[in-house]
């Protein structure tokens, strides 16, 4: 049972990351961009996040209580990410580049962007790389919820993780209820669906396409951060990212585009990233970390066979908008 | 209109973009004395080579980038300790960076024998056959390649192969690991299962049995140097099995970090580590490259032969243990490693019989010692008391 709790721990901390990636990932293809720039803006969350802090705390000589650290943490990963996912949203949206194209730049920029800093930051650190203070640390350590962490079995396994899981989650719930029970959620579908017809709606196409993109961006910052303070500990390292962010637009495929079952593949892909720390098979590791692919291959297989409507990716994903064209 | 104007913007942005990089430094070679040397060429000691420290042209290939902290910042750092020992100037190196084994390392050595390199160090283990076919295309030029296995095979007079004897070292932070468990199980984040990796884990834990002859090790494999997701997770598994000394052979702080975060304690890697988890780490085994690299150049600039195959231990400074933490480590820690150290340092074999594979077989008799033919470290043995998990 032990081991059981353990791996259950150990697949929803390896499936966050994943998960705030899929939601941004899900928010932005909804709008009808592909922004394949995940990885990217995963990375400069990341720095983003874990820059503030640092610079915060070297700048002022403090150090920083766990709280503080954790809202600007999430204040400049979002920030950071909302960024990188504008600059695509002035190419793709307003001058109509070709999508995968500029997804695939926006993911080389954020790589750059997320080493060089870390790079140039650390140098200039008195200890020799980006690191906060121990109390700043302590904001993303795993929360003790009284009561609720004592109960048997359930309180390890649902209440006994650092705050960012529980972000993430809320947002898995929220971003399911903006896309299926409000209006403006039924917009931006509508826009992903049709443009053509949402614009014929009176729905502003530019401004739903901007702003799910952008907000969509900032919650894949948050998954980069989540690897840079949880992951890491609050230290940069290089290259921490390391193919997260393309993880992310699988699950995307592997969830049919539903916040609900994002939900379940992060947690899914993340028990098989950490399944041959904990059962133990005998078979040889390398086929282990291909799991998550195969899944995303069958998932891939049997949709397409049984063709329902509500798996499929929004009609207009991909492609870019010219009123003029109508 | 609109688009003209969104496109200004755009552009503007992008320049605005450029000129913030333009003037901010290069990641080059901190504190260097470039230009400032005055030049003594009339007293020169040219040897044989024509070479001099004021002339000769030094190319370094890395795997990976200085920013790991680990394994690729105690390189550079090495170079850069040389660079300032001899007063070379910045002019006279050039780093290549996260150049992968294959394609972008024949290109790196190509571009550096271009360039007029005189010699040309390559640190992973991968670049070892595209330096050995480089070294015999180009007989002019010295190839040196750390960790690598090829050049005593190969016998040829400008292809070197050099190492240091980080077993010893990994011995003595075994010690502080054995002292600290308290649950006797100590853990391992290993890389590959190569024998470099396998020689380093069993010194480590032969160094915790040699001070408690309870402890166990569990071992698992990431099949990567540097992924610092891998790297934690794994840490965080070995302690969900109930380690409580977690060491490592990666590049990054991440299992370090881990540990502090479940309360429990470690042992770093390659560089000091205790910046990074200040309340886990005991302390950090780690190499000095300089001493190679110095010891290299003087050679060339004096026109003699290096040695084929180099390797050097704690007596000649090549391997090193940081300070221990006193935070961390329990008393009499710094005592038990003093002893143990000097009988290293006097020239004591780690590998002597009897050794035990964790099947029952004998590995090694009663007294018989286990003879390194070359730099590169070749014991494959997983010893009793060690668990691999796969």
Redesign the interface.
């Known amino acids: 049972m032990d081991?059981f709790i353990?791996f259950f721990n150990?697949a929803v901390?390896?499936g966050t990351p994943l998960l705030f990636g899929t939601l941004g990932e899900i928010l932005t293809e909804k709008s009808g961009n592909l922004n394949l720039g995940v990885e990217g803006m995963m990375f400069m969350g990341a720095l983003s996040g874990l820059a503030a802090v640092f610079l915060l705390e070297v700048g002022l000589g403090v150090e920083m209580s766990g709280i503080m650290a954790v809202l600007l943490a999430i204040i400049f990963a979002f920030l950071a990410g909302a960024f990188g996912a504008f600059l695509y949203s002035?190419?793709v949206v307003?001058?109509r580049t070709q999508q995968n194209v500029t997804g695939l730049a926006l993911t080389i920029f954020g790589i750059g962007f997320g080493?060089f800093f870390?790079?140039?930051f650390?140098?200039n650190s008195p200890?020799?790389?980006v690191?906060i203070s121990?109390s700043a640390?302590q904001g993303f350590?795993n929360l003790n919820i009284p009561l609720l962490s004592d109960i048997p079995i359930l309180g390890p396994m649902l209440f006994n993780y650092n705050i960012l899981v529980y972000l993430a989650v809320a947002l898995a719930v929220g971003l399911a209820f903006f896309l299926n029970r409000t209006r403006w959620g039924l917009n931006l579908r509508a826009v992903g669906e049709s443009p053509a017809t949402a614009d014929a709606a009176s729905i502003n196409v530019t401004r739903y396409k901007y702003l799910a993109t952008c907000i969509g961006g900032g919650i894949c910052g948050l998954g980069g951060m989540y690897?840079s303070m949880v992951?890491?500990?609050?230290?940069?390292?290089?290259?921490?990212v390391?193919g997260?962010g393309w993880i992310a637009v699988a699950l995307v495929i592997f969830a049919t585009w539903s916040p609900s079952r994002a939900f379940i593949g992060a947690l899914v892909f993340g028990g098989f990233?950490?399944m041959?720390?904990?059962l133990?098979l005998?078979i040889?590791?390398?086929i282990y970390?291909k799991f998550p692919y195969l899944a995303t291959i069958l998932v891939l297989i049997v949709t397409s066979i049984r063709q329902i409507k509500e798996h499929s990716p929004p009609a207009h994903v991909g492609v870019n908008y010219f009123r003029e064209e109508r | 209109m609109k688009?003209k104007l969104?496109?200004l913007?755009?552009a503007l942005t992008i320049l605005g973009l450029l000129a913030a990089c333009g003037p901010?430094p290069a990641?080059a070679a901190?504190a260097a004395p470039a230009g400032d040397a005055p030049a003594p060429a009339a007293d020169a000691p040219a040897g044989d080579s024509g070479l001099t420290f004021e002339t000769i042209r030094l190319a370094f290939i890395h795997v990976?980038?200085?920013?790991?902290?680990g394994y690729t910042?105690r390189q550079h750092r090495g170079t850069t300790d040389m660079m300032i020992h001899h007063r070379i100037g910045e002019d006279q190196v050039r780093n290549f960076f996260n150049i992968a084994p294959g394609g972008p390392a024949d290109t790196a050595i190509l571009e550096a024998i271009e360039w007029g390199a005189d010699a040309i160090f390559a640190t992973s283990f991968g670049h070892g056959p595209h330096m050995l076919e480089a070294a015999r295309e180009f007989p002019d030029v010295q190839f040196f390649h750390a960790t690598g296995d090829l050049a005593l095979d190969n016998n040829l007079p400008n292809f070197h192969n050099y190492f240091g004897n980080m077993s010893q070292a990994r011995y003595l932070s075994g010690i502080a690991a054995g002292l600290r468990t308290e649950t006797n199980v100590l853990g391992f984040v290993a890389a590959h299962p190569f024998a470099e990796v396998i020689t380093g884990f069993t010194a480590f834990y032969k160094g915790a049995l040699s001070v408690n002859p309870d402890v166990t090790m569990y071992v698992?494999?990431m099949?990567a140097w540097?992924?610092?997701?891998l790297e934690?997770?794994?840490a965080?598994?070995l302690i969900?099995r109930g380690a409580d000394v977690i060491g490592q052979h990666a590049d990054?702080?991440?299992a370090q970090?881990?540990a502090?975060?479940n309360g429990v304690w470690s042992v770093g890697y390659n560089n000091n580590m205790i910046?990074?988890?200040?309340?886990a780490v005991l302390v950090s085994p780690m190499f000095d490259w300089s001493v190679y690299l110095n010891h290299a150049v003087e050679l060339l600039v004096a026109g003699q032969d290096v040695q084929t195959d180099f390797l050097a231990g704690m007596n000649e400074g090549m391997v090193l243990l940081s300070a221990l933490n006193p935070n961390t480590v329990v008393d009499g820690t710094a005592e038990a490693i003093a002893a143990a150290e000097g009988d290293i340092r006097a020239g004591r074999n780690l590998f002597v019989g009897p050794i035990y594979d964790n099947e029952g077989n004998q590995i090694l008799a009663d007294g018989e010692e286990w003879i390194e033919r070359q730099s590169a470290p070749s014991w494959n043995h997983i010893i009793q008391g060690i668990t691999v998990?796969?």
């Open positions: 081991t353990n150990a901390l390896a002035v190419l307003s001058l080493n870390g790079e140039f650390g140098r200890v020799g790389f690191t121990l640390r350590a690897i992951t890491t500990s609050g230290v940069w390292v290089h290259n921490s390391q997260f990233t950490v041959r720390f904990y133990p005998g040889p590791m390398q970390d | 688009r969104i496109l913007v755009v901010s990641p901190p990976g980038d200085a920013a790991d902290m910042y698992m494999f099949n540097n992924n610092p997701t934690s997770q794994i965080q598994a969900d990054s702080p991440a970090t881990t502090q975060a910046p990074a988890a200040p309340d998990i796969e």
